[in-house]
């Protein structure tokens, strides 16, 4: 069906509840254009040979520039507005990552639904509305305020979003695990208790070497206590604690409902939408976090907590337990995981922040508190990697994918559905002419876009590829021919091993890519610079050199020591 050409109705499907009603109903819906808004909801459509069309038809068609940073901004002028406190910790801010989705995704939408408006011209349209669970669909928020035809509005069960509590197997498992925890705690008086957040992989070399102390890995969710080279790290988990204040913050919660549409400076057609999403946000995710941040108080408040790690300073209960240990003068430190790009988007306020290098470095000290201390090191996980300058002679080519779920998968930021498709028929296409070397896409597990692989590798006429989920990383690109990212940090990996790397992008995705400003990296936005790196590097390998990412990274195999040093000097 032709833009422009009016259809008599759409309908906007957005999960599998909405396309399986769609489906069992289909005879009710008879000259009506079925508009996707999720990779679930067009897989089935084409399973069962529906005609439809995709909110990615019409992505080109809307300016999605700059929709990050100007969510970022309001974001932040909703949490300053807001006086919501718990133990005198500013509670919104701990959510200020899923706030900036909201609104990001509110003028993403928005966008789209407005211009499929203006290009299809229906008389009528048919949204969707879950009548259990919690949150609203993204075209029920928005359809009243965008749409001034007429609306038929269709009820149906099926929750995506749910209150999630632990099932009866694992509470046993997790209550006799903190118990052992807190044994072993309290056993160990003359030792410095570090609690460490990341696992067994961010925090592998330091824990050996700090294994005088006392070393206990954290989590809100149920994980393996695990050893590493004979030292025993048992794990804790804060499952969460009662408090009488948890019943007067549930007043103050109730009043700032009240007065959140008020506070909130932003179009009116957005309004609704932002707004009943940061209520399913608060509802189904303020009270576990509150409960575990009474837990991290009782722990500080009984000095059984000396140090803490963490390897990241954006989740909820990372930014509380920061703003906790800053009260009891417990010391933090935040290591650097990922690449940073233009804009850092939060404000930290941790003792330490050690980051990889220089470039880092300069980003985080315009967003961080003047207490803290802001120290190149590298990065610790990667100490053990070794570098090779040798020829790649395994016939094998890595494509190391963006694996971005679609609720935080930003237009200007992200790669999209559409573009993951286009880049794949890039590569595909590259492969074909080079068929004595097999395609290793490496995604995560779970990753919910994995099937857009088969799907455009049929479409291409494309087999020589393998999808692995979990394996040896260092070892995946340390052997291949040539290593192909997006904007991952497996492209730091690769360069580390001392592979050649190309990075496959957008031309407008440049501000994202910190590979843009990484020397003897080859960014790449066609399939014909795509062939031709790859060859390239086929007929004459070029190792990585160390030198060329020096500021970006520093890599002498002793960011550990590095660390070790300063905390043994400064902190214990």
Known sequence: MKDGKSVSNLIFLENKFQVENYLKNKSKYKGVLPISFNFEVEKILLENHISFKKDEDYEDKINLKNISSEA??????????????????????????????????????????????????????????????????????????????????????????????????????????????????????????????????????????????????????????????????????????????????????????????????????????????????????????????????????????????????????????????????????????????????????????????????????????????????????????????????????????????????LPDTHLTRKRQKELLKKMFRVMKKIPDYKLILKIRPNWELKEIIPLVAKSEEFDNYEIIEKTDNPKLLSEAAGVIVNHSTMGVEACLLGNALISLSYPDLDKVNSYKKFPGVNVVYTEKALESEIKKQIKSFIPFKKKDIKENIIFEGKSSEKVVEIIKKELI
């Open 72 to 409: 970022m901004k309001d974001t932040w002028k909703i949490i300053k507005k807001s006086n919501l406190k718990y133990r005198e910790i500013p509670v919104l801010e701990l959510f200020y990552y899923d706030i900036f989705i909201i609104l990001a995704n509110s003028k993403k939408y928005s966008l789209l639904f407005k211009k499929i408006i203006e290009l299809e011209k229906p008389k009528k349209i048919i949204v969707f509305n879950s009548k259990n669970g919690f949150g609203k669909e993204n075209i029920f928020l928005l359809a009243k305020e965008n749409y001034s035809g007429k609306i038929i509005l269709v009820n149906y069960k099926g929750a995506l979003l749910s209150k999630k509590s632990k099932s009866l197997i694992l509470y046993p498992i997790s209550s006799v695990q903190k118990f052992l925890t807190l044994l072993r705690i309290g056993l160990s008086k003359n030792k410095n208790k570090i609690f460490t957040s990341g696992g067994k992989i961010y925090f592998m070399d330091l824990i050996n070497k700090l294994s005088k102390n006392k070393i206990i890995d954290f989590s809100d969710r149920l994980r393996k206590s695990f050893f590493i080279r004979g030292i025993y790290a048992p794990f804790y988990e804060f499952s969460g604690q009662e408090s009488p204040l948890q019943k007067t913050f549930q007043e103050d919660l109730s009043n700032f409902k009240k007065e959140l549409g008020s506070s909130i400076h932003i179009e009116k057609e957005r309004q609704l939408y932002i707004i009943e999403n940061i209520y399913t946000l608060l509802e189904l995710k303020i009270t576990n976090v509150l409960r575990a941040l009474e837990e991290a108080y009782s722990l500080f408040n009984k000095k059984k907590i000396d140090l803490i790690f963490l390897s990241e300073d954006s989740a909820p209960l990372s930014r509380g337990i920061i703003k906790l240990a800053n009260k009891f003068g417990v010391k933090t430190c935040v290591f650097q995981h990922g690449l940073m790009t233009y804009g850092v988007g939060t404000f930290t306020y941790a003792d330490y922040y050690f980051v990889f290098g220089n470039v880092s470095k300069k980003a985080i000290e315009k967003n961080c508190s003047k207490k803290t201390k802001v120290l190149s090191v590298g990065c610790p996980r990667y100490d053990s990697f070794e570098w090779n300058s040798a020829k790649r002679n395994k016939k094998e080519i890595v494509y190391a994918m963006e694996i971005t779920n679609e609720r935080v998968m």
